[in-house]
């Protein structure tokens, strides 16, 4: 199966950026579109952005350009480029890949990102 481990969280003030990268291996042929997910306290996890092999990126409202995806195919690595960071935005992200059926069925262990005001 498909293993993906996200790293680059972490504690930063509000204004400030951070990368979050996601590492695929695996049978990654089986793979789709990729993204990220959240999830705050006492919320449901929500998409945050999405790149399919196309090239084409979407996002959740709430990130329009303060988040950037991006993709490294020949690296297997997935990132996020968040800028201008808000309290809001804290919570455990997620990387995610899609299988051959455009389901979410693959899943990293999530990375704290806390940003304090």
């Known amino acids: 199966q498909v293993q993906l481990v996200e790293s680059g969280g972490g504690l930063v003030q509000a204004g400030g950026s951070l990368r979050l990268s996601c590492a695929s291996s695996?049978?990654?042929?089986?793979?789709?579109?990729m993204g990220w997910f959240r999830q705050a306290p006492g919320k449901e996890r929500e998409f945050v952005a999405g790149i399919k092999w196309s090239g084409y990126t979407y996002y959740t409202d709430s990130v329009k350009g303060r988040f950037t995806i991006s993709r490294d195919n020949a690296k297997n690595t997935l990132y996020l480029q968040l800028n201008s960071l808000k309290p809001e935005d804290t919570a455990v992200y997620y990387c995610?890949?899609?299988?051959?059926?455009?389901?979410?069925?693959?899943w990293g262990q999530g990375t704290q990102v806390t940003v304090s005001s």
């Open positions: 695996g049978r990654t042929f089986s793979m789709n579109a």
């Open positions: 995610a890949a899609e299988d051959s059926e455009e389901r979410w069925n693959y």
